[in-house]
């Protein structure tokens, strides 16, 4: 079979709706001419290298292959930590081909990866025409362009505007990173940016606050006071109201907050700002706090004892960390004692009150 037998691999309309197994293989700042303020790839994937040589990859998706073990559906390999499109084109082609190896031979069924809304062209799409690229994630991160300018992006957000329309028209499933607390932003900017990206369609959402990576220009800022990044509670509070837009535009956001390496945890590659484990987990338990409290005001709770339901697995997110949004309901409400009990009857966005009254998370 040739590379030209390999069709770039149709979705189906429910093949979208099924997460599929990433196989990541990172390449950090590989085709990158810039130096975003927030930026330093090696801290964030603990990989310094600006190329995987194809030896790397077969390992790396071997390894991953091993570890996915019997679970089936869509898998893809994918290519993270760069940008993918301002390579060179032999580059681009000599990975797509060690990728398409393991879609021949049906390890995985398709390739995906970021890059820069600016990389996208007619003729740079022409090179993945013949190769089994099923998604790409642009890394539009505002569509402020002063946020834009001050973040030394160097792209605009007409770019991203232009290359969604591209990529949409070849048929490639498109993702759409954006980030919150970047310098110059703010609270009606960040919502503007949201509702900007929801006109665009996307397939889905990432969502990454702001952090001063250690080697990064904003670590520089950060200590000249120039920059100040978000509390924890700012960013949670913000992603919340990003997540709720999205959800209200039937968008997918499949993740909030950076993906916790060794390196994040561990290795003190995050100087400052709102870094968190489970950043996405908190954004959710917010969310139920939001709803919880806002049923409470309308609807009031006769009695010292609240009783919320939710859908099982909703039950971490009504209780929050460490049981935070409980102690909370009870200092706000003066309630002696609050229990969250789960009832797979609901949906896993609906909180049900005693009075048998039922709230939309995301309403
Ligand atoms: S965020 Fe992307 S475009 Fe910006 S410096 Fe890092 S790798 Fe390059």
Known sequence: MSLRDLQPAPLSHDSKDLRPFIVPVFIPHAGCRHHCVYCNQAAVTGRAETRSGPETIRNQVAAFLKFRGRRRGRAQIAFFGGNFLGMAEAGIRQLLTEAAGFVRSGDVQGIRFSTRPDTVSRRTLDILSCFPVQTVELGAQSMDPEVLQRSRRGHTPDDTVNAVGLLVDRGYEVGLQIMAGLPGDDGNRLMETGRRIAGLAPDFIRIYPTVVLAGSPLEKWYREGIYQPLALDAAVDL?????????????????????????????????????????????????????????????????????????????????????????????????????????????????ALRGGSVVKVYG
């Open 239 to 351: 992603v919340q109201r990003l997540f709720g837009l999205f959800r209200a535009h039937s968008i997918p956001v499949i993740r909030m907050g950076l993906q916790a390496t060794d390196e994040l945890v561990a290795g003190g590659a995050v100087l400052a700002g709102p870094w968190h484990p489970a950043f996405g987990h908190l954004v959710l338990c917010a969310a139920f706090l939001t709803a919880a409290r806002r049923a409470l005001k309308e609807g009031g709770e006769p009695g010292l004892e609240l009783v919320l339901k939710v859908h099982p697995r909703s039950v971490s997110r009504m209780r929050g960390m460490h049981n935070d949004s409980c102690k909370r309901l009870k200092q706000d409400f003066g309630f002696r004692r609050v229990d969250v009990v789960p009832d797979p009857a609901l949906a896993e966005d609906e909180i």
